[in-house]
């Protein structure tokens, strides 16, 4: 047995214990008086017996009772715990969550390995016949041994859990736990969830035959983040690359510091910073906006010097590609406005062709790097026979993928619409104002649940973004020639951000990060060459077809360089985390699975369970006996 309050509960006792004691040694004092006769008195000279200020303490079993009585009390106050075990035949889940987040530093000297200590003592509570399994989430969940009584294969297998900066999401472990309840064993399952709550995914699983503990990691941490890190070159100043920052704190108190901007590792800006204290629902947080001067490629690091529990998101880095001069094939009877557009976008190579020429040309040729190649395809009222072998932008046309349709407007009426709503937050439609384009005779789109509507009309979807094998697509349900779009401001805009967006595979961003979890794709020099990358961790991989290589998933933050196959700036790969849930190390109180909710279980009761009831109720039945003992003498 052990005691959640031992010191307090001696404080007490040091008080009370002699504070008892202390009444059986005094009384008061009475007034001698003179009798005629002791006769009827003896009782009161048995009483002066114990009169006297301090006398010889006798055997007294009130004194006993009480002192009984007040044990319990103070054993109660003391707060007892026994050890609970795992029930007899019970088979038990023992769920860690290694993600990003349970590497904070607010338990020592981690979350994650406060958790596997907690695992250890459940595994050591096991009984000789019950079986347990162990499973680990972070981006995706991983048996780390399957049921069995052996307890060192447990142990073991909890030690061999490491630490993660990916992204938690639980609903791949709650399908592990699913898969054990199918059988048809009589058997109970139990399942402790070690993690902060802070997950990614809501999941409708149910598990009506689990009883679930969700044992919540986590006390009171301090965390500044950088949430959020993008970067953009300016439109007329291609040279000038704009960055934008978001710095989150999500302690109680306010936060100061500096936030240091660096550019191939030389320090380039310093700025102090102050962070409001966060919200009980939110966090405190601050804008930040740079602008540096990159000509070429480089990579830019922010970092800032708060002290906090997680140093996974003190940093963030991106890798920033030279200003692109696009090559660009326009698939077209004739239409002077889009070329005027495409030239305005300052693109380095624009070829015209009609839809008959263009299906004559070899695919691989199109995709070529060198000059003989393109990035992008516009296809001006004309669906081609295949689909494309690059990104594409088509008006008055789709491409030929399932699902996708272009549904002309009815035959015979002249109907002008406007622009009812559209998606301001796309890249694509970025700065770009259609409440005041009038469009006639437009088509609307049919279109698959995967795809984003970026504009729609009266008629329906007008303008629409869709991707299907590694390649993106914007169309428009419209022939700009019946339109006054052409003549708004807002025409060569749109053309150059869609260009921009569909050369740099649906990402209109200077600079290139990934987050842990996530798969990075380079471009190697060459067909079959074999790639390596080094960093905190060391990888490698093959190139396929046309030179593109996918690299494993990445589980650490951090800067990889890969092997001198890649191109630069490619070569180099920045891994941030840059997600508010994870940096949000506030633990959560309850866990929704399915139609449960479960509350969180301090961890340090999980193997545990307090006592202090049961000695109130066995102090409740000594008062009584003491006060029968009492009136029983009281009537002597």
């Known amino acids: 047995m052990t005691f959640l309050s031992p010191f307090a509960a001696l404080l ?51 004194l006993l009772i009480q002192l009984l009585l007040l044990a319990l009390l103070l054993f109660a106050f003391a707060r007892p715990t026994l050890d609970r075990a795992v029930q007899p035949g019970q088979r038990m889940v023992i769920v860690i969550d290694h993600s990003a987040s349970m590497n904070a530093t607010d338990l020592s000297p981690t979350r994650l390995d406060a958790a596997k200590e907690q695992a250890l003592r459940l595994i050591d509570d096991l009984g000789a016949a019950c079986g347990a399994m162990v499973i680990s989430f972070a981006h995706r969940a991983q048996v ?113 510091g500096s936030v240091t901007i660096r550019i191939d590792g030389q320090v380039v800006r310093s700025v102090g910073v102050d962070l409001p204290a966060a919200r009980p629902t939110g966090s405190g947080t601050q804008q930040l906006q740079f602008e540096v001067n990159l000509p070429g490629s480089a990579l830019l690091t922010v970092s800032h010097d708060m002290a906090d529990d997680l140093p996974a998101d003190d940093t963030a880095a991106l890798v920033i590609a030279p200003p692109r001069q696009l090559r660009v094939l326009l698939v077209t009877q004739g239409n002077p406005f889009l070329h005027k557009a495409i030239e305005a976008a300052s693109v380095k190579k624009l070829v015209a062709m009609t839809p008959e020429r263009y299906e004559d040309q070899d695919p691989q040729v199109l995709r070529r790097a060198d000059d003989e190649g393109f990035d992008v395809i516009v296809f001006d009222m004309y669906a081609p026979d295949q689909p494309p072998p690059l990104h594409s932008l088509y008006f008055g046309a789709v491409p030929p993928i399932a699902d996708v349709r272009l549904v002309p407007p009815p035959a015979g009426q002249t109907q002008a619409q406007v622009v009812l709503d559209w998606n301001r937050e796309h890249p694509v439609l970025r700065w770009v104002a259609l409440d005041d384009v009038v469009l006639v005779d437009a088509g609307r789109l049919a279109l698959p649940d ?186 002597l």
């Open 12 to 62: 007490a006792a040091a008080v009370a214990i002699p504070a008892l004691v202390l009444l059986y040694f005094l009384k008061l004092r009475r007034r001698n008086l003179d009798i005629s006769s002791t006769l009827l008195w003896r009782k009161a000279i048995q009483d002066m017996q114990v009169n006297a200020p301090f006398q010889k303490l006798r055997r007294n079993l009130l």
């Open 144 to 256: 780390r041994q399957p049921f069995t009584t052996d307890r060192a294969l447990l142990r073991a297998a909890v030690r061999a859990i490491g630490p993660t900066d990916q992204l938690s999401r639980i609903e791949s472990a709650l399908q592990l736990v699913a898969g054990e309840t199918q059988d048809d064993t009589a058997t109970s399952l139990a399942a402790y969830i070690f993690t902060d709550g802070r997950l990614h995914d809501d999941t409708t699983l149910a598990l009506p035959n689990v009883a679930l503990r969700y044992v919540a990691m986590g006390e009171q941490p301090r965390n500044v983040a950088i949430v959020s890190l993008t970067a953009r070159r300016d439109f007329q100043k291609p040279q000038i690359v704009q960055m934008f920052a978001r710095l989150a704190n999500y302690h109680d108190q306010p936060a100061s």
């Open 450 to 635: 995967t795809a984003e509507v970026l504009a729609t009309g009266q008629s329906g979807p007008l303008m629409a973004v869709t991707s299907r094998d590694g390649l993106s697509h914007v169309m428009a349900a419209f022939d700009i020639y019946n339109s006054d779009w052409p003549k708004k401001v807002s025409f060569p805009v749109f053309i150059s951000n869609a260009l921009q967006w569909l050369a740099l595979g649906g990402q209109l961003s200077a600079g290139q990060s990934f987050q842990p979890g996530q798969v990075a794709r380079v471009r190697a020099a060459r067909e079959g060459a074999p790639l390596r990358y080094t960093g905190r961790a060391r990888g490698r991989a093959e190139a396929g077809a046309g030179g593109r290589a996918f690299l494993p998933v990445f589980e650490r933050v951090g800067l990889y360089v890969t092997s001198a196959d890649v191109a630069e700036p490619w070569n180099r790969i920045a891994v941030n985390l840059l997600d508010e849930t994870e940096s949000d190390l506030r633990p959560a109180e309850t866990l929704n699975i399915g139609t449960s909710v479960v509350q969180a279980t301090a961890r340090t009761g999980i193997a545990r369970r307090e006592v202090w009831r049961w000695f109130i109720w066995a102090a409740l039945a000594v008062l009584l006996v003491e006060w029968l003992v009492y009136t029983r003498r009281m009537h």
